[in-house]
C-alpha cells in the first residue's frame, strides 16, 4: 500500500502529463491509452505502465509494483483491468 505522501507525488505526476499531453482532458488521456492495444476502452497492466512511464512514475523496477496496486485499488469488478467507470469513480473521491 502506498503512503498518502506517495499518492500525491502520483496525482500530480499524472495530472501533469494529462495537462501537458491532452489539455487537461482525463477521458482523452484514458482513451488514449485504453485504446492502444485493441481499443477495448479498458487500460490494462501494461497501458498502466505506459501511462506510469510516461508520467515519470516509478522506474523499471518499481513500476510494475505501482501498476499492480493501482490496479488492486481501482479495479472494482476484478477483471484486471480499469474501466472508464472505475477510474471516473476515483477521480470524484
Known sequence: MASEKD???LVRKVSD???????GSYEAAFRDYGGRKGGDSTVD???LMELLYDADVGNRITRGMWA???I?????DG???ISYSEFEAILKR
Open 72 to 76: 488492486r485499488e481501482i479495479d472494482r
Open 17 to 23: 502529463l494529462v495537462s501537458r499531453r491532452y489539455g
Open 68 to 70: 499492480d496496486g493501482i
Open 45 to 47: 497492466r501494461e497501458e
Open 7 to 9: 499518492k500525491k507525488m
Open 79 to 81: 477483471d484486471g483491468k
